[in-house]
């Protein structure tokens, strides 16, 4: 078994809010990140598949293609975009960093039918930054 | 004459938009960067002063005291924030990365009275990065 | 089970020497590492911890309380400091970074109560590293 | 159990090519990595080790140690080489990074008797990266 | 005046030899770069470009068309390529970053008719690089 | 004139200190860099010299002769040390980043006599730095 990343970058701005609760109870948790015209990042994805490369290739898998499908199943949707407003796969989910992870994941896994997704581990900035294994 | 440098951070978003032109010429213009929602950066800041450092302190200036100038200054006025919507001195302003760096400049020269302000840096990406020298 | 990290710097000095030993068995040991009067890193922390982000945050922790506890248990007692004579909880231990990262999870531990911490991620510099689990 | 890191870095060219395909199925399968000249990149390779850090040392293992055997047994034979054409134990194995991995984890195995090897990482860019732990 | 930066990236391959010279003092003068089969970098290039950002787009130049002109005119003929045989525009010339930079400047300059070219800045590792500014 | 630009390592320790001011003075004027014990960091030097490259090596200047230059005159002297205690050429000098480039320069400039010595460019840390031109 050899797991193989790729990495990918996108440009967003989000807003933590939770429109069940009061100003006030969101500003306490969600805190600066709760500003109503939302903030940004510059979001960096590293998505791992794992797999025994075959003799004839020498790849898990083709990074070109696990990029390309990277690139149109979330890049072409999340980049340059607001999360809580412009993305469809997030309607009525708080965009957080984890939340995001769990999206990207439930996406790609049935976009690689013939790759053992591992984990997609996505940056907020250099910072602050989740992972998630489908655990 | 020594130049010293302070990185700072804050993660914004914007939205590249001018209001005296037509929703086609935006695209046109600004492409992805027109997001209606806008998007969003991690973006660095680079001041850069000069000076003869004295002997008795060896310093041309404390880079405690100028990062302390650059978060009252900046940071705290921009950190978290939407730079169409949330910052007084942008207002008027297409907030893209040169005209950012112009206004941050004229922010901190007069902050600055004992430093010779030199270069004012910002990356809005890897990337993406602009410089202004008061020139 | 989702896991976030948030990794915090700080600066330091230290000297790798066992004072049961001779001089001569140190310098063989530690080498320029056994230097009298010391050296320094910018050191980096990663601290992992892992859980199920509720529906109603949409976070395993906030980021920010957990930046907060490692600045106020860690950073605000190491930072600018010299491992073998300023810290009491290093005292007696060879400040390494294998024994660094275990007193800091040691530490975290009973600080974070309603967390799950994963991981602790030493960086002495971009090209030496360590990580205590907790196993 | 503590883990720790050693990285080191080498400049290289390689092509991916199979010998027993036709010139067409070579440039579907790995496209411009078939450039019939090579191409290179600046790899960079983390070793892990893990153990239990004697209390006489505080250390798994010297990380001098760790780097000259990395680079007695590694990098002084692939810095600044042609991966297909100039290293002996890649002879007849396509050099994709995986291929790589699992040859540098084969060479140090037998030359770490004290350790215990826990994963090969190599870098072949930022945002191309691969693993192996030997599983 | 407002200076604005692109950077990008490309991996390829080369070999620093001089054909009128013997192989000794080839050797001499360059070491392992002269290894005959070659080897490789991830090479860095920053463009910058300078000027008045004009009221009604407040950018110099817009990044994108400045990203478009660099992978059209550089990185599509010197990604995954070697230097010493795949590229026209180096044809008798030792592929050296210096003179790779000076080259880059002169494809460059004429397709930039209407922006202040300033520097290129030519990264052959994070460690080794070379800057072009046309004078 | 091509610009060409060496990057090297060293981890030290240091104390902001002036023998001749009290404690307290001491201690407003460089805060928590005035710990008795100092504190470090890992320093990065960049030397950037100037110089047309010649027709038949294409190089301003070898860059391992470079390297070979900062590694012997500076790297050997300070790496895993204590700039305060352990450096004849900074004693009696406050080793704050600037003195450190300015000693620096004018240790190196008499060993590049072939070369024409344009900045040195020394980073405490990733987020403060200083540049020295012989200005």
Chains 1, 2, 3, 4, 5, 6 share one sequence.
Do not use: Q
Not at 42 to 48: A, G, K, L, R, S
Not at 50 to 69: A, C, I, N, R, W
Request: charged content about 25%; some cysteine; aromatic content about 8%.
């Amino acid at each position: 078994m050899v797991y193989i990343t790729r990495k990918e970058h996108f440009s967003a701005s989000h807003r933590l809010h939770n429109p069940d609760w009061s100003e006030a109870k969101n500003i306490e948790t969600f805190g600066k990140c709760n500003n109503p015209n939302g903030h940004g990042h510059n979001y960096e994805i590293e998505v791992t598949v794992g797999g025994d490369p075959p003799k004839d290739t020498g790849m898990v898998m083709d990074l070109k293609k696990l990029s390309d499908v990277i690139d149109a199943e979330i890049i072409e949707k999340v980049d340059h975009k607001h999360m809580n407003h412009d993305i469809d796969f997030l309607t009525g989910v708080i965009p957080t960093a984890e939340n995001m992870a769990i999206a990207f994941w439930n996406i790609l896994k049935p976009k690689l039918p013939h790759a053992r997704l591992i984990s997609i581990k996505l940056y907020e900035s250099p910072n602050n930054f989740v992972e998630y294994r489908g655990e």
